[in-house]
C-alpha cells in the first residue's frame, strides 16, 4: 500500500553528521505517522525516531540524547532524520516507517560510522 525510497547513507567518522531522507513515492491510503529504526548485524531493530503526520507528536529513542532530530517535509512529502554526533555503536541499517496504521518499510540504507 505504501512505497519508501530512503537516501543519505554511507560511510562517517566518528562525531560527523548524516542526513537521512526517507520519501513516499507511492501511498493509497492516508499516513498517520513516519519515522526510522534501525539494526545492527545480530541484533532486534529498534526505535530511532517517529513523527506524526502533521509533525505534533514526536518520539526519539532513549540513545539519541539530543543528537538525531526528525522533521517532516510535506512539500516532498518526505521525512528526514538529521544526525550529528555520530558514534561507531549507531552503525546499523537504518530502515524508513511508516503507519497507515498498518506498519510498512523501506528496504533500509547502510550507516556505518568509523571510530
Known amino acids: 500500500q505504501v512505497q519508501l525510497v530512503e537516501s543519505g547513507g554511507g560511510l562517517v567518522q566518528a562525531g560527523g553528521s548524516l542526513r537521512l531522507s526517507c520519501a513516499v513515492s507511492?501511498?493509497?491510503?492516508?499516513?498517520?505517522?513516519m519515522g526510522w529504526y534501525r539494526q545492527a548485524p545480530g541484533k532486534q531493530r529498534e526505535l530511532v525516531a517517529t513523527?506524526?503526520?502533521?509533525?505534533?507528536?514526536?518520539s526519539y529513542g532513549d540513545f539519541v540524547k539530543g543528537r538525531f532530530t526528525i522533521s517532516r517535509d510535506n512539500a516532498k512529502n518526505a521525512v528526514t532524520l538529521q544526525m550529528n554526533s555520530l558514534k561507531p555503536e549507531d552503525t546499523a541499517v537504518y530502515y524508513c516507517?511508516?503507519?497507515?496504521?498498518?506498519?510498512?518499510w523501506g528496504q533500509g540504507t547502510q550507516v556505518t560510522v568509523s571510530s
Open positions: 516507517w511508516a503507519a497507515t496504521p498498518m506498519s510498512n
Open positions: 513523527i506524526t503526520s502533521g509533525g505534533g507528536t514526536i
Open positions: 507511492r501511498s493509497i491510503v492516508s499516513i498517520v505517522a
